[in-house]
């Protein structure tokens, strides 16, 4: 199956730091998606952008995809405890199955 | 939205044995999806199950290993054959929601001993 990578796989901020995961395909995608896992919890739908250099804002969350369609990124400006997990990317396979990006795993430190 | 329930939540099983996994939803949908996600690991699929048909299965997972049932539109099961150490995950049912986004039951947690 297709497969996205995302850098870092770890990152350890203090509270009320901004924080940063990337997103990126060798291939060029028609959407993406990013979801996000608490610790013990199962993955949570956040957004979907579709557009070439899309932006959507969710509060503090921002998500941009790549003009090339190739690489997308999700920034938390000023993370709060509440932001503790494992965020990740997907992507639509050909059979409209979904597949998952390596994760980024999020520690917020207070 | 969709509500997912799977159950178990969680088994440990001995080695050599099977386990039947199910996944309900509460309203119709077309596709349903299994996963797999060994710790601190990202989600892999296992297979996508279409009602009235077949499975379609990744490449490096078999039928003969993770048979899926899906007699309706409501309903599927995963079953983890012959189980080893190695099958020990989380196994997650999901379902695609409006043709966005994935929904996800709260997994089943395996430990093979």
């Known amino acids: 199956g297709q497969q996205v990578m995302q850098i870092p796989q770890y990152q350890h901020v203090q509270e009320g730091e901004d924080f940063t995961t990337y997103c990126n395909s060798s291939t060029t995608l028609s959407n993406i998606q990013w979801y996000k896992q608490r610790p013990g919890g199962h993955p949570v739908f956040l957004i979907q952008?579709?557009?070439?250099?899309e932006v959507k804002k969710q509060k503090r969350l921002t998500f941009q995809f790549g003009e090339a369609k190739k690489n997308s990124s999700l920034h938390i400006t000023a993370t709060q405890t509440t932001d503790v997990g494992t965020y990740f990317c997907?992507?639509?396979?050909?059979?409209?199955?979904?597949?998952f990006g390596t994760g980024t795993s999020l520690t917020v430190i207070p | 939205s969709a509500v997912i329930s799977q159950k178990p939540s969680r088994d440990i099983c001995q080695r050599g044995t099977s386990l039947t996994i199910q996944c309900q939803v509460d309203s119709q949908v077309t596709m349903m999806f299994w996963y797999r996600q060994q710790p601190g690991q990202s989600l892999t699929l296992i297979a996508t199950a279409n009602q009235g048909s077949e499975a379609t299965y990744e490449s490096g997972f078999v039928i003969d290993k993770f048979p899926i049932s899906r007699p309706n539109l409501t309903f599927s099961t995963l079953t983890v054959s012959n189980m080893s150490p190695e099958d020990s995950s989380i196994y997650l049912c999901s379902v695609d929601w409006g043709a966005t986004e994935a929904f996800f039951g709260q997994g089943t947690r395996l430990t093979v001993v």
């Open positions: 952008l579709v557009k070439s250099g």
């Open positions: 997907a992507l639509r396979g050909p059979g409209n199955q979904f597949y």
